[in-house]
């Protein structure tokens, strides 16, 4: 305000004095010198300064100056009022305050999860919360200049401002901007009235993809949801760094950011090039709750924060935005050690705030739930039509039925983009064949979807939680022994597949003890750090490739009752089918190993083997798991293994499950058969 004040007496004083020049006679007489062009030619010459007078036309711009002063000093008391009014509220210790700026109570103080500096209007504001608010009150009285509209606090930060205007009561007519006409522009564009969450599945070749993503998406009324916008947080990430990189994720080295999108580039990225399958919640806010996430998403963009995989993640930091709009959810306060994306549509789930789930397949899941009313003739077709080694001219011949021939033109054109996105074929080749396909496509008419459904898969809500706890008893060599086991995340092979991708393990620290009464002895027996495995069945459409990768400590028997714990690792890569003749899920790799002992003649060992498995479910709750390997160390302490196991797991319900696991190893002419019974509990 005193700069605003400054530049007007300014301005007064010009203006004055333009005036007086301009209407004073001009006395060429009085002295020597006088205005006018110098006779030697070199421009004006100057002449003495006559005494300032300017008559009754000073009076009214001295009264504006002191008019405007007056205004200045009203103005600036209006603002300590507010000021001290918000300290007497005691707004800064308001939840909706500390949502707002991200603030959190932890051990050492308050302070905000943001870490951008150019977040805060107070030095101290990301620890500060009543340094912030009255530096954002002051803020928000700061002149307007038109040329940066955009970073002047009301718009900057809407969501603040309408939440302490409304507070406070604050006057209109004492506010220099009010509203922010570019955000409701903005607004009035856009039109969010809804809010949709959506739930991309996760991706297993990627190691930010993982644990699945989430997002948000602003709904327009009565149009297309594919063109309206969608607000997500994720890192800035370098996955080419290798190990570093899940180093760098862990421990919040890259900074996050919230972005602002097209939702249908995110479905391009999601859907149709990583083959994620996505699932879209409507969700219970009214049209007024959707503007103030709309607000508070405009105050988080180009805003970073620091990404933690684990916690501080694309899931967690949506639950500012829902409570933006309805602080008494408390979302933010489900913040444990770790924070994964499915738990959270849970949660969303389980308080009640969805009205509506809709799928989206995936172009994988499309083309193989259409594949399925093919025979295994005309699917080699398809593929022959995908790879432009098929005449089109011969389709009808081909597939008589002209519902068929839609079937195989959409799926060879779907099939023909996914290979170029994956680089098989290039630009050329790909437009020729491609947009061959579309105009014989075209001819045809719509496909019946009634008639040709795509099977829709059980909602990743429905899965089990992601936390585990199972107490577990059992023998080994004839000696009993109880257990307890401690998972944090994520999802195994022998869990139950409701909700999840069938053949896919990811684990982190699962944590295995056990109790032998008859030595009163307790002892670590296994600890998974990680251990991620991808089971891919291949077929005639897609050829991925099966692999794993552990690493951990476990006991190692080596003779009788002398255990010893070792660290391992232990990857592999290998192929997976779906057999007819066999059903389920039949898969072989070729694994190397190494493990470190430090107590052992040979501190380490190194080799290889090979591995099978088969896995089905006969029902849906019902599971079974067989798997057999073979093992040679030829590296350090050198040893044969050979080891087979079979488990089965029977689903009670989503949080409960019985497992009953047997072994065999043989090593080094010595048997080990162990078998034990759990009781699960997924939290």
């Known amino acids: 305000m005193k700069l605003r004040l400054a530049i007007l007496i300014r301005s007064l004083t010009i203006w004055v004095g333009k005036s007086h020049r301009e209407h004073s006679p001009v006395r060429r007489d009085a002295e020597p010198y006088h205005t006018g062009r110098d006779p030697h030619g070199f421009g004006r010459v100057r002449r003495p300064a006559e005494p300032f007078s300017c008559g009754k036309r000073c009076i009214p711009a001295l009264a504006l100056?002191?008019?405007?002063?007056?205004?200045?000093?009203?103005?600036?008391?209006?603002?300590?009022?507010l000021q001290q009014q918000a300290r007497d509220q005691h707004l800064a210790s308001e939840p909706y305050w500390e949502v707002l700026g991200h603030y959190h109570k932890g051990l050492f103080g308050t302070v905000s999860l943001i870490d951008d500096p150019d977040f805060f209007l107070a030095p101290d504001g990301k620890r500060n919360p009543e340094a912030e608010l009255q530096a954002t009150l002051a803020a928000f009285f700061e002149p307007v200049d038109e040329t940066t509209l955009t970073n002047h606090p009301v718009c900057r930060y809407p969501a603040r401002f309408e939440w302490l205007k409304a507070q406070l009561q604050i006057?209109?007519?004492?506010?220099?901007?009010?509203?922010?006409p570019i955000v409701e522009q903005v607004f009035t564009f856009l039109q969010p009235s809804e809010l949709t969450l959506v739930f991309p599945s996760a991706y297993m070749n990627s190691p930010a993809s993982?644990?699945?993503?989430?997002?948000?998406?602003?709904?327009?009324?009565?149009?297309?949801?594919?063109?309206?916008?969608?607000?997500?947080?994720?890192?800035?990430?370098?996955?080419?760094?290798?190990?570093?990189?899940?180093?760098?994720?862990?421990?919040?080295?890259?900074?996050?950011?919230?972005?602002?999108?097209?939702?249908?580039?995110?479905?391009?990225?999601?859907?149709?090039?990583?083959?994620?399958?996505?699932?879209?919640?409507?969700?219970?806010?009214?049209?007024?709750?959707?503007?103030?996430?709309?607000?508070?998403?405009?105050?988080?963009?180009?805003?970073?924060?620091?990404?933690?995989?684990?916690?501080?993640?694309?899931?967690?930091?949506?639950?500012?935005?829902?409570?933006?709009?309805?602080?008494?959810?408390?979302?933010?306060?489900?913040?444990?050690?770790?924070?994964?994306?499915?738990?959270?549509?849970?949660?969303?789930?389980?308080?009640?705030?969805?009205?509506?789930?809709?799928?989206?397949?995936?172009?994988?899941?499309?083309?193989?739930?259409?594949?399925?009313?093919l025979s295994p003739a005309q699917q080699k077709q398809v593929l022959a039509l995908a790879e432009g080694r098929s005449d089109l001219d011969t389709l009808a011949q081909d597939f008589?039925?002209?519902?068929?021939?839609?079937?195989?033109?959409?799926?060879?054109?779907?099939?023909?983009?996914?290979?170029?996105?994956?680089?098989?074929?290039?630009?050329?080749t790909y437009t020729k064949q491609y947009f061959s396909l579309l105009r014989t496509r075209s001819k045809l008419g719509p496909l019946e979807e009634d008639v040709f459904p795509i099977p829709t898969p059980r909602r990743p809500d429905e899965g089990h939680p992601s936390s585990l706890l199972a107490l577990g008893a059992g023998w080994e060599r004839s000696e009993p022994y109880t257990s307890l086991r401690l998972?944090?995340?994520?999802?195994?092979?022998?869990?139950?597949?409701?909700?999840?991708?069938?053949?896919?393990?990811?684990?982190?620290?699962?944590?295995?003890?056990?109790?032998?009464?008859?030595?009163?002895?307790?002892?670590?027996?296994?600890l998974d750090i990680v251990s991620v495995e991808s089971i891919a069945p291949r077929n005639q459409f897609f050829q991925p490739y099966s692999w794993k990768v552990r690493t951990g400590l476990s006991q190692h028997p080596r003779r009788p009752n002398q255990d010893s714990l070792v660290f391992f690792l232990n990857t592999g890569s290998g192929l997976a089918w779906e057999n007819r003749l066999l059903p389920g899920l039949i898969f072989g790799m070729a694994e190397v190993r190494g493990q470190l002992a430090p107590q052992h003649p040979d501190s380490y060992a190194g080799g290889g083997g090979v591995s099978i498995g088969w896995m089905i479910s006969f029902t849906e709750q019902w599971k079974v798991l067989a798997r057999a390997s073979a093992t040679w160390m030829a590296l350090g302490e050198t040893y044969e293994d050979h080891a087979a196991s079979l488990g089965t797991d029977l689903r009670i319900t989503d949080r409960w499950s019985l497992r009953l696991e047997s072994a065999y190893t043989w090593r080094d002419g010595y048997e080990y058969p162990e078998a034990q019974l759990w009781l699960h509990h997924y939290f």
């Open 171 to 180: 006057d209109p007519a004492k506010l220099p901007l009010d509203p922010c």
């Open 487 to 526: 998972r944090p995340a994520y999802h195994e092979l022998m869990d139950n597949d409701i909700g999840y991708d069938r053949g896919a393990q990811i684990l982190f620290l699962n944590t295995i003890g056990r109790w032998y009464p008859e030595r009163d002895k307790f002892q670590l027996q296994h």
């Open 210 to 373: 993982m644990f699945g993503h989430t997002l948000l998406v602003f709904d327009r009324p009565d149009e297309n949801r594919l063109l309206a916008r969608s607000v997500s947080y994720a890192a800035r990430t370098d996955e080419s760094i290798g190990p570093l990189f899940a180093f760098a994720g862990i421990f919040g080295l890259y900074p996050g950011y919230f972005a602002i999108e097209p939702y249908y580039d995110k479905v391009e990225q999601y859907n149709d090039i990583n083959r994620r399958d996505i699932w879209e919640y409507r969700l219970d806010f009214t049209p007024e709750e959707v503007r103030r996430i709309f607000l508070h998403t405009w105050e988080l963009q180009r805003t970073y924060a620091r990404y933690f995989f684990f916690d501080e993640n694309c899931a967690y930091m949506l639950y500012s935005l829902y409570d933006s709009a309805r602080p008494e959810l408390g979302m933010r306060k489900h913040k444990g050690p770790y924070v994964i994306p499915i738990d959270t549509v849970k949660r969303v789930v389980d308080r009640g705030l969805v009205v509506d789930i809709a799928y989206r397949p995936s172009k994988v899941s499309r083309v193989r739930g259409l594949a399925s009313y």
């Open 400 to 428: 008589p039925d002209e519902s068929m021939r839609k079937v195989a033109l959409d799926m060879a054109a779907m099939l023909t983009q996914m290979k170029f996105a994956e680089g098989v074929v290039t630009k050329e």
């Open 65 to 81: 100056v002191i008019l405007c002063a007056a205004t200045s000093q009203a103005e600036e008391t209006y603002l300590v009022q």
